[in-house]
Structures are given as C-alpha cells and as structure tokens.
C-alpha cells in the first residue's frame, strides 16, 4: 500500500524520485566525507577527538559565511538581514559550548593514549578560528608568524582578513549612515546617543546588542574551553608549545567590541 492509501507504489516512487538522479549520500558527498576520519593510533577514544574537531571547523566555516554576509547587511543598511543572521550565530555559538560537555566524556587516562601522538598539531593553528577572531576584530597578525603548517591558500586567507573591514566597520557606517558621527572622538557620543534615545535608534541599539552577545559567547567558549583543558591536562604544557591552560586563561578576558562594553559605564 502506497503512504498515501491508493494502489501499491514502491517506495523509490513515493515522492517522485523515479528516476531521480540525486540520493542524501551523493547530495552530502557521505563517502568522502566520512572517510576523512583517520586516527593516528588504536586509542578507542581518537575517532571522538577527530570527530569533535571537524564538527567544530564545519561551524566555524558556516559562522564565518553567516558573520560575512552580516557584516554585508550592515554597510547596505538592511539591518533587519544582519538581525536575522545574528540570531543563527547566536544558536550556532552556543552549540559549540554545548558540545564541550561531549568532548569531556573523555577521560584524561583516555587522552593520554594518544596525545603525545599530536605535537606539535594544536587547534592553536585553526585557521578558520583566527579567521573568525580578525573578521569580528581581533586582529593580530603575529599569528601568521606561527602558522608555518598552514597552506598558501590558508595565509593568504588569513592575509585577506587582516587587510578587510571587520563587524565593527560595518557597525560603524551603520551609524554614519543615520548621520551619527564616528570618528574617534564622536564615537562614545553617538553610542549613548543610540543607547538614550531608543524611539528613534531601536534598530541600531538591538544590533549592537546582537554584537555583544556574539562577544560574550566567544569569551563563553574561550572559558568552557579552558576548563576543560585543565581537566585534561592540567598544568601540563600545551602540544602547540604554549604554556597550556595559563595561555589560554589569558584569552578569557579579550573583547572583540571594547566600547559596547566600556558603554555600560557611561549610562
Ligand atoms: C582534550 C581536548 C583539548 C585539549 C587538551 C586542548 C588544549 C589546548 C591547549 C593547551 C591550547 C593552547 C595551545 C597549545 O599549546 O596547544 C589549545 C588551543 C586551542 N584549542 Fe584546544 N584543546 C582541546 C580541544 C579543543 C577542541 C575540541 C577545539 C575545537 C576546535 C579546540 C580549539 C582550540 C583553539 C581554537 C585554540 C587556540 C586558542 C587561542 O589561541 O586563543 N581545542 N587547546
Ligand atoms: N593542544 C592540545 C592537543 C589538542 O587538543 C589538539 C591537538 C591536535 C589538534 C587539535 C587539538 N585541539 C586543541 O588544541 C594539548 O596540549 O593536549
């Protein structure tokens, strides 16, 4: 019996897929993809750390897409578009402090059974994450210094986000274009101005909060990250040659945004 009660279909003719050429595995390419899980030793928990890593640079790829066409929306002025987009980097950020929790069902017994295969590889050297930071204004271009392992392309990637506007440009000509002064000077000025005078600045004051909140989740991961290395590693040393968690302890309190931040105190 067909899913819709009339004579027998077989299934493949259900919804119109006779002789339809695109399957969810081809659409997905699940082959390749799927076999791009390649541990480096026999340690049971390898393939969850892999695993884990090539989620988190799945998000990143997508946040970096997202967080582009937002910075986009806000030079054209369609605030409501980078609304819209902020709210899935919200959701997406918050997956990737969620999914520490699973990382964390590892234990550090676990770990060691193939962490000294790692060094010096180190998420130390994830492009796409640096790519993130400069594209939300943390630019700091001594990073490309400790990219050696990276490709051509990949610092060429990282060159061309140094060299482009960042969210806050684009923040910027927001205001400029509602005829708010942001020079150097004018900039604490017009924030409070927005932050004052809501009636008419609704639109700008919820985009710099949307901004904020991108901020705060970042710091988020930055913390539920480095707890978790302590749990794993403790004081050890880092596999990127880092000091490990005192490196990283020393991030938890960077801002993409300063003066979102430094606003609240002039309210
Ligand atoms: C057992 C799990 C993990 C441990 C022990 C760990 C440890 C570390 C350590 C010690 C560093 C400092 C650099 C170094 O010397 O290696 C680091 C950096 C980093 N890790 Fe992890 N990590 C783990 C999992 C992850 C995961 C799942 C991600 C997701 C992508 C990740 C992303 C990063 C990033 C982006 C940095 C650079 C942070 C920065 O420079 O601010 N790590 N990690
Ligand atoms: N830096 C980590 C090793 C590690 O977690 C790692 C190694 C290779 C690829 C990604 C990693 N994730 C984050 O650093 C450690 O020191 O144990």
Redesign the pocket.
């Known amino acids: 019996m067909g899913i819709d009660g009339d004579a027998p279909v077989p299934p493949h003719r259900w919804f119109g897929e006779e002789g339809g050429r695109l399957s969810y595995g081809g659409y997905l390419r699940l082959p390749e993809l799927l076999a791009q899980q390649r541990p480096q030793s026999e340690a049971p928990d390898e393939l969850l750390?892999i695993t884990?890593?090539q989620v988190?640079?799945l998000w990143f790829k997508l946040l970096l897409h997202e967080l582009e066409n937002a910075r986009q929306a806000m030079f054209a002025g369609e605030l409501w578009r980078a609304r819209h987009l902020f709210r899935r980097v919200h959701a997406v950020e918050k997956v990737l402090i969620e999914q520490v929790d699973v990382?964390e069902t590892?234990t550090p017994q676990d770990?060691l059974m193939f962490r000294e295969k790692l060094a010096p590889a180190?998420?130390?050297q994830?492009v796409q994450?640096r790519e993130l930071e400069f594209l939300s204004g943390l630019k700091d271009e001594r990073y490309l210094g400790s990219f050696r392992h990276a490709s051509d392309t990949e610092l060429a990637r990282l060159r061309r986000r140094l060299e482009e506007p960042t969210l806050w440009d684009a923040y910027l000509t927001a205001l400029s274009q509602r005829g708010l002064p942001v020079s150097d000077d004018e900039i604490m000025g017009s924030l409070l101005a927005v932050a004052r005078d809501r009636g008419s600045y609704d639109d700008l004051w919820q985009l710099a909060e949307d901004l904020l909140t991108h901020d705060a989740t970042a710091a988020q991961w930055?913390t539920r990250?480095v707890q978790?290395?302590e749990r794993?590693?403790g004081t050890k040393?880092?596999?990127?040659?880092?000091t490990?968690?005192p490196?990283?302890r020393g991030?938890t309190r960077l801002h993409y945004f300063p003066l979102l931040w430094e606003l609240r105190a002039w309210l």
């Open positions: 750390f884990i890593h988190y640079e990382l590892m770990f180190s998420g130390f994830s994450f930055r990250h978790m290395v794993q590693i040393s880092g596999t990127g040659g880092s490990g968690a490196y990283l991030r």
